[in-house]
């Protein structure tokens, strides 16, 4: 359901070519000796500072006594593709010290003609559900966006390869535990080797490795834990959020079979009266059956506005559970959700006691806290489950 988004023909500078150029702004020296102005001094080398990346945004640090705990926000992107909306999304994170997590879709490192380099469960090689990553040009500014996103401070997750879903041959309910493990090698293997598999020798390295992705969304939220979670577990994997909710509400999450799960939640929406699967495509087949419209924008972005307010307002003066904002960066009818999650990233992530992170740092803080405290915390009654509560 997550298509790739064509490029825009911007370039785009690399995260390296945006370092500061530290020149002395006083008399030169060389080799310890100041240098008149004026003289002719001889060249020497520029200096440049590395990029670091931006630290996290979660105090490390156990609960006091009865002190409550922060308001987290997960906001996470499916299979993210270059658009327009990945910068604004970047651009309201900046501006709100917020954090999100991309899930990367294993696709976009290969160029349309390298594509029988990947092969799915069951599958045929160069099959997919989803278009490959373009043209050379098209990876090149994929891996760039994906470097700045990094330096942002922002986590790389895994929307896995080639997204068959139910209705597909073979899709991802019918897959095994070795058919997860197959598709997650593809995905490392794609992501470690794109140069050799495109033979794109030009632009920047990926900047971040294999060893950083520690969780992910499965495509369509299909599968279960007794066949993903043993394949994560093998790639050393800690986190998933694949899973619709089995209890309307949002609540705290637990380890299952070694994961720590975070499930799309499945709440009360003011606006539609009823409850609903707080993820954007979701809402699109509630509203009008995914059908592309793009007159029903305002109408949508409204309703996801909303049950999103409703969402961090129950948690918030309840019992403060990790709220998990599901979306793509897709112009779905009209672009109907994007601007609805960047202004409730804008409106909500700078608010007191509220902290947009990532799931890495959220499950750090979590294993920090003394377990008492933990298992007090998921025991609390899940909110946000009617018009009530």
């Not at 002395?24 to 590395?50: F, I, K, L």
């Not at 369509?220 to 994560?232: D, K, M, Q, V, Y």
Request: aromatic share 12%.
């Amino acid at each position: 359901m997550n298509l790739r988004i064509v490029t825009r023909n911007k370039c785009l500078a690399s995260v390296a070519t945006l370092a500061l150029l530290l020149v002395a702004a006083c008399a030169p020296v060389v080799d310890g000796a100041a240098v008149r102005q004026g003289s002719a001094a001889p060249p020497g080398p520029t200096a440049v500072s590395e990029p670091t990346r931006k630290p996290s945004n979660v105090p490390m640090r156990k609960l006091a006594p009865g002190e409550r705990p922060p308001q987290f926000i997960l906001f996470s992107f499916d299979g993210v593709g270059v658009t327009p909306n990945w910068d604004e999304f970047l651009k309201a994170a900046d501006e709100t010290d917020a954090r999100f997590t991309a899930l990367m879709t294993g696709l976009y490192f290969l160029t349309d003609e390298a594509r029988h380099k990947y092969q799915g469960p069951g599958h045929r090689p160069g099959e997919s559900s989803l278009a490959f990553g373009g043209t050379k040009a098209e990876v090149i500014e994929q891996i760039e966006y994906l470097n700045e996103t990094w330096y942002a401070g922002h986590e790389m997750g895994t929307h896995y390869v080639g997204h068959f879903c139910a209705g597909t041959k073979h899709p991802g309910t019918d897959w095994t535990v070795a058919d997860w493990d197959h598709e997650l090698d593809q995905f490392f293997s794609l992501m470690k080797n794109w140069r050799a598999n495109t033979g794109i020798k030009s632009g920047p390295d990926l900047v971040f490795g294999t060893d950083v992705v520690k969780g992910g969304r499965t495509q369509c939220l299909e599968g279960s834990p007794r066949t993903i979670f043993p394949a994560l577990l093998r790639h050393h994997m800690t986190w998933d959020s694949s899973m619709p909710a089995k209890r309307t509400g949002i609540y705290w999450p637990s380890i299952e079979r070694g994961i720590w799960e975070f499930p799309i939640p499945y709440v009360y929406s003011p606006p539609l009266k009823a409850s609903q699967t707080a993820l954007d495509f979701n809402f699109w087949v509630t509203y009008n059956g995914a059908k592309n419209r793009p007159k029903d924008a305002p109408k949508i972005r409204q309703i996801v506005r909303q049950t999103y307010e409703y969402m961090y307002q129950r948690a918030f003066e309840g019992n403060r559970a990790p709220i998990v904002i599901a979306n793509h960066f897709n112009d779905w009818s009209g672009n109907a959700f994007n601007p609805a999650t960047w202004d409730f990233m804008r409106n909500t992530c700078g608010n007191p006691e509220t902290i947009c992170a990532t799931y890495q740092d959220v499950i750090a803080w979590m294993e920090l806290q003394d377990p008492e405290v933990l298992a007090e915390l998921q025991r609390q009654a899940p909110v946000a489950v009617d018009a009530a509560h």
